[in-house]
């Protein structure tokens, strides 16, 4: 198996377009094209988690955080940076990254860790503009049902409860197939025409790569014709976007809350801002550094919210206006969890050796 095959299966839980402009999730280093041995896991890519991997006889790293943020103005051997790149060459060890679109998607880092609290009624606290397109093919006739079928396998072209929603209408195609070609029907080196479908069908950006991808394994013909276009209208998903919102199975003070909250997310220090003792129920999270998601976050209005990076005078506001509880379970204890989801995601998708590296915080506590 390949590293472009393992980010394809990859890329059906996080796709890579809904990732920020700022980010740079994806591949990070191509230092070989073999087939992936074995892969490791990891938070951030350092010198001890390329040991790590060359230990296990791993060839592919997937970490969270990218290696690569900003463009290089120069690039030397002695740098950490240099470091690392060389090391990877010359170990032959690929490096793949999933940031802030395992961050946002559907079952991605929030939906985890939210399910580790066992919320209820989840929902994005951000709502992601989704993209839609609609996808136009010609098929030969023959092969109408081939597609609709998987239309209806796969869940394609969703309108609201509908699946499967497609027009066609027949016509013939014309073509000439060049002495080198392969043609699936006609002759070569002459004009033909031959009935054909023109298959129109939806799609969003979430799923455009993989639905085209699949067009290709599907259709006849060595040279398909595809065409794609953006519709005008697109639509926000609940279910995509940075942040979580959920209730508790019961609620609770807020004491006790934090001994909940820290026996299930194995951490031993907590950082917090009471703002009253009202029973907590109603719940707002966001891993990582989530001070920025604050206006999403009021309009939820949370009894608490969960996440890391807490700024002082951020949360001086937030105490004096009396908003929510907040609590800092810290950067890295909120996002260490992506291992274990990748973990939990790859092994049913590949059939390869996994490895997780036990990365530990650079934090320490007297």
């Not at 997937?62 to 990877?88: A, R, T, V």
């Not at 969703?158 to 066609?168: D, L, P, R, T």
């Not at 990076?309 to 950067?331: P, T, W």
């Not at 992506?338 to 590949?350: A, G, I, Q, S, T």
Request: hydrophobic residues 40%; contains cysteine.
């Amino acid at each position: 198996m390949k590293t472009e095959e393992i980010v394809s299966e990859l890329e059906k839980l996080a796709p890579l377009s809904i990732q920020e402009s700022w980010d740079n999730s994806g591949l990070q280093i191509k230092s070989h094209d073999e087939n992936i041995k074995s892969i490791a896991l990891t938070l951030d890519i350092t010198i001890d988690s390329l040991n790590f991997a060359k230990e296990n006889n791993c060839n592919l790293i997937i970490s969270h955080h990218p290696l690569f943020f900003s463009k290089f103005k120069n690039l030397s051997i002695d740098s950490y940076i240099g470091k690392i790149i060389k090391e990877c060459f010359d170990s032959k060890i690929n490096i793949v990254s999933f940031h802030t679109n395992i961050d946002a998607a559907n079952g991605g880092l929030a939906d985890f860790v939210s399910k580790k609290l066992e919320l209820k009624n989840i929902t994005s606290l951000e709502k992601k503009n989704i993209k839609k397109f609609k996808i136009v093919t010609f098929i030969p006739e023959d092969y109408l049902e081939k597609f609709l079928q998987y239309f209806i396998d796969k869940e394609v072209s969703i309108i609201g409860n509908y699946k499967a929603c497609s027009f066609y209408n027949s016509g013939k195609g014309t073509f000439y197939p060049m002495a080198n070609s392969s043609p699936f029907i006609g002759e070569k080196e002459q004009l033909n025409k031959i009935p054909e479908y023109k298959l129109e069908f939806y799609a969003n950006e979430l799923e455009l790569g993989n639905i085209i991808k699949e067009i290709y394994k599907l259709h006849p013909y060595e040279m398909p014709a595809i065409d794609v276009f953006q519709n005008f209208f697109n639509g926000n998903n609940n279910k995509i976007g940075f942040g979580r919102g959920g209730f508790l199975k019961s609620e609770m003070n807020f004491e006790k809350f934090l001994e909940f909250l820290s026996k299930k997310l194995n951490i031993k220090n907590l950082r917090y801002v009471k703002i009253n003792n009202n029973k907590i129920k109603k719940i707002a999270i966001c891993p990582g550094s989530g001070m920025s998601l604050i206006e999403e976050v009021k309009k939820f209005s949370p009894d608490v919210y969960i996440t890391g990076d807490m700024k002082y005078h951020e949360a001086f506001m937030i105490k004096e206006q009396k908003l929510f509880n907040l609590v800092d379970i810290g950067h890295f204890e909120s996002e260490i969890f992506f291992v274990e989801l990748m973990n939990d995601y790859l092994k049913n998708k590949v059939d390869l050796p996994i490895f997780i590296y036990n990365q530990k915080s650079v934090f320490e506590y007297f």
